[in-house]
């Protein structure tokens, strides 16, 4: 046996152990949400949705119960008449493999989906990830743009 298919049978299940281990290196576990069902009866409409790892870290999971807590007490009404929706997606769960290829995201990202006449426009919300630090200064934010698209109706 030459020595490049020890090398490759020896580092091949080594660098996979060492990716998955990257991959769930963070102590916060988390259900994958499934995302909401359209509501064809409302014309106009908006969904937050926020796209996560299963075992979330701290800091994600603190972006993840600013928005939560942001969009339930800043937009109660919207969220109980349909018109505004949040979803939670774990993007390292195989089965939301299309939902991760139809935002085109990594492991996280935020978008709001304008949902118009069944006419979906997906929104990246980059702006947020420079926010982390400030926890004031980033619900402010989120607050005004859902602000924003809920306006543009």
């Known amino acids: 046996m030459s020595l490049f298919r020890l090398t490759n ?15 769930f290196s963070c102590s916060t576990s988390e259900i994958a949400l499934k995302p909401p069902q359209a509501t064809a009866d409302l014309p106009y409409r908006i969904e937050i949705v926020y796209f996560h790892r299963t075992d979330q870290c701290e800091c994600m999971q603190k972006i ?12 109660r009404q919207e969220l109980d008449s349909g018109i505004l929706t949040y979803t939670s997606i774990a993007s390292d769960d195989w089965a939301n493999g299309a939902l991760v290829a139809k935002y085109n995201t990594g492991l996280f990202g935020l978008f709001i989906v304008i949902i118009k006449d069944n006419k979906e426009t997906i929104v990246p919300v980059d702006e947020i990830w420079t926010m982390t630090g400030d926890e004031t200064t980033y619900k402010e934010y989120m607050k005004d743009i859902v602000t924003q698209y809920l306006a543009a109706e």
């Not at 049978?9 to 991959?23: D, E, H, Q, R």
């Not at 993840?64 to 937009?75: A, G, L, Q």
């Open 64 to 75: 993840e119960d600013n928005i939560r807590e942001t969009i339930d007490s800043s937009f």
């Open 9 to 23: 049978k020896f580092f091949s299940p080594l660098a996979i152990l060492m990716v998955c281990g990257l991959l």
